[in-house]
């Protein structure tokens, strides 16, 4: 696997996780996002897709979580260079 591929993965197990623990299903997410097809949430979370960045902010607020620390969590993943060129090395 790709080491781009591998990371979306990652990302995609850590969206479900937080997903799972805000008590939605695809399905819910999706409809709180306002997305036509809640196997767009399925593709992230395989590591088929990523969220976009003019979405975050909404992931964020629906899945609880404050948006700037998320959209900080997804750079690890989706931008691992830039993250460590703006905030160090991934603790």
């Known amino acids: 696997m790709p080491e781009a591929r591998q990371l979306r ?4 197990d ?5 997903r799972a623990e805000a008590g939605l299903s695809q399905v819910d997410l999706a409809a709180k996002l306002g997305l036509k097809y809640y196997t767009f949430i399925s593709q ?3 590591g088929f897709s990523r969220v976009p960045t003019e979405t975050m902010e909404a992931w964020a607020i629906q ?3 404050e ?3 998320f959209a ?3 750079l690890i993943y ?3 260079e ?7 090395a991934p603790k």
Request: proline share 6%; net charge positive; glycine share 10%.
């Open 82 to 88: 830039l993250h460590r060129l703006l905030f160090g």
């Open 14 to 18: 850590w969206l479900k996780a937080r």
């Open 44 to 46: 992230v979370e395989n």
């Open 67 to 69: 948006p700037a620390a």
């Open 63 to 65: 899945l609880g979580l």
């Open 72 to 74: 900080k969590h997804l």
């Open 78 to 80: 989706y931008e691992p």
């Open 9 to 12: 993965k990652q990302a995609g």
